[in-house]
């Protein structure tokens, strides 16, 4: 924005160059991701999913933590978040998380972790205020006296061959469990944008449940734990991702951790009379 002010009978011009940024903070990304389930969208508290060996079962829940999320530039070049963590509950509709405070440019890939690096992983969760991603009362991710968090929890139901339900109980977390994503994407930063991702959750789970895996809780020596680990970051790096400037599909419910930033008015900036008020300071 540039003004320029002839000073009445005097020969001098003043010019004025303002330039007003599209953000203040920079433009902000909205990362959903949405599961699948043999190419429809999962169906949750209901038993109407079939395996390989044909039983029933039903997901009830599918939590996780995400961190350290990054863009990588077109030519190279990665930027990074810091201190950016969230918590994501499929089940209950709270599938998005907002990156803040991004660089305009052109980008190719994005990289996140599933879990928490190792320093954060171990910090004292009394440190979380009520609504932060890591509260233990609010994610209910935390192993409580062991000390650290759950990375991921997967849990539901399954009938055996007698037609009983049973439950099943997938808890990935402790450090070796660190889980790391990078799925290309192609993006022009300008503005606010949304990132939806599809996590197709068919290789999560077993062929055919029995009592040997349908359980683990990630101690040492569990031979499930990071074979699921490996699945997990497969099925995101391998699912579609999309970008649009339209809101994600979760935007029409309430957003409980973030305010959608909107851009800045000019005229909320300057007072009707500003050319002139710059005159007057000139001329004195």
Not at 114 to 133: E, F, R, T
Not at 142 to 161: C, K, N, Q
Request: hydrophobic share 40%; net charge positive; aromatic share 10%.
């Amino acid at each position: 924005m540039k003004f320029c002010f002839l000073n009445g009978w005097r020969t001098a011009v003043c010019c004025l160059t303002v330039v007003i940024p599209r953000w203040v903070d920079g433009a902000s990304l909205r990362v959903e991701i949405v599961p699948r389930y043999k190419g429809a969208a999962l169906v949750f508290d209901k038993p109407a999913l079939t395996n390989a060996a044909a039983q029933q079962f039903s997901v009830t829940r599918l939590d996780f933590l995400l961190s350290d999320f990054a863009l990588r530039r077109v030519g190279g070049g990665w930027m990074e978040t810091t201190n950016w963590q969230a918590w994501m509950s499929l089940g209950q509709n709270r599938a998005e998380a907002v990156v803040g405070k991004l660089e305009a440019g052109d980008y190719d890939r994005i990289r996140f972790q599933v879990g928490l690096k190792p320093a954060l992983n171990h910090s004292d969760p009394a440190l979380y205020p009520p609504g932060h991603p890591l509260n233990p009362n609010l994610n209910g991710l935390h192993w409580g006296w062991a000390g650290g968090y759950i990375f991921l929890a997967m849990e539901g139901l399954w009938r055996d061959e007698r037609q009983q339900w049973r439950g099943y109980s997938f808890h990935l977390g402790n450090d070796p469990q660190l889980m790391s994503v990078e799925i290309p994407v192609s993006m022009k930063l300008d503005g606010d944008k949304c990132l939806s991702l599809t996590m197709d959750v068919d290789g999560l789970f077993p062929r055919k449940f029995g009592e040997e895996n349908a359980s683990t809780h990630s101690r040492p020596g569990d031979e499930l734990a990071p074979s699921l680990c490996a699945a997990v970051e497969r099925r995101l790096e391998r699912g579609q991702s999309e970008v649009t400037t339209q809101l994600c599909q979760q935007d029409s419910r309430t957003d409980r951790n973030h305010t959608k930033r909107r851009p800045i008015r000019t005229d909320s900036l300057f007072p009707r009379d500003f050319p002139g008020l710059i005159c007057r300071w000139i001329i004195r």
